[in-house]
């Protein structure tokens, strides 16, 4: 079974500041890692994924994630806030290629200050 | 090309009624994936469908019923209505090979009353 802890339920940072989101997960296979994002009144957007190819991984919005198997993360940063980065952030685990159910962690809200 | 739309986008219904949500997929995607989001329980997921088939499925009652036609587009069925099945119900499309990677719809909200 798969499953993903996030820590923090709020993050907040002021705008131009390092933003950094915590995610662990338990897998009993190898996991496929997903960072997805919410605005207020919308469906998830699939920020970046990691799929056992680089353990660093880019995404949009200048979002990236490192995969680290002796710790069990996938730790989400963005090295600048902006003010539209304000959402709410889900990591997500999946067993594979051919596993399509998704398991979200509770969610990190990102409030930025000006 | 056109997201994943699903239909309605918001919804009343009363305890006990029954109640049909509508998904389409993007074009070419096969795999549909119903979730249910609420404060409480945060993301949930309910089952998926590919090829008109139900693949997996999520730890939820009989009440809650999925199909699949053959353009892909999904609908998701919940009968006898529980106070606590109001909730964002969240549909996403997947391409072949991808597998968590979705795409996913706006959400239909149905408060149940």
């Known amino acids: 079974a798969q499953s993903v802890t996030q820590l923090g339920s709020h993050v907040s940072v002021s705008e131009g500041a390092l933003v950094l989101l915590r995610c662990n997960y338990s897998?009993?296979?190898?996991?496929?890692l997903f960072w997805y994002v919410q605005y207020p009144n919308q469906g998830l957007q699939l920020l970046l994924k990691?799929?056992?190819?680089?353990?660093l991984v880019k995404g949009i919005n200048g979002f990236e994630a490192e995969f680290k198997k002796s710790e069990t993360s996938f730790h989400l940063t963005k090295p600048s806030a902006h003010m539209s980065d304000a959402a709410e952030y889900f990591c997500?685990?999946?067993?594979?290629?051919?596993?399509?159910?998704?398991?979200f962690g509770a969610g990190t809200t990102v409030t930025v200050r000006a | 090309k056109a997201g994943v739309t699903q239909t309605p986008r918001y919804l009343i219904k009363t305890r006990g009624q029954q109640v049909t949500l509508s998904c389409s997929p993007i074009?070419?995607?096969?795999?549909v994936s119903w979730y249910q989001q609420t404060p409480g329980q945060g993301l949930q997921f309910l089952f998926e469908?590919?090829?008109?088939?139900?693949?997996n499925k999520g730890n939820f009652p009989g009440r809650f019923s999925g199909r699949q036609f053959s353009n892909s587009r999904s609908e998701m069925n919940v009968s006898t209505l529980e106070l606590g099945d109001s909730a964002l119900y969240l549909c996403?499309?997947?391409?072949?090979?991808?597998?968590?990677?979705?795409?996913f719809g706006p959400g239909t909200r149905l408060t149940v009353t």
């Open positions: 996403a499309s997947s391409s072949p090979g991808t597998g968590g990677e979705q795409y």
């Open positions: 897998s009993s296979v190898p996991p496929y």
């Open positions: 990691y799929t056992s190819a680089a353990t």
């Open positions: 997500a685990v999946s067993a594979g290629s051919n596993d399509y159910k998704l398991s």
């Open positions: 074009s070419g995607h096969r795999s």
């Open positions: 469908y590919f090829s008109e088939t139900q693949r």
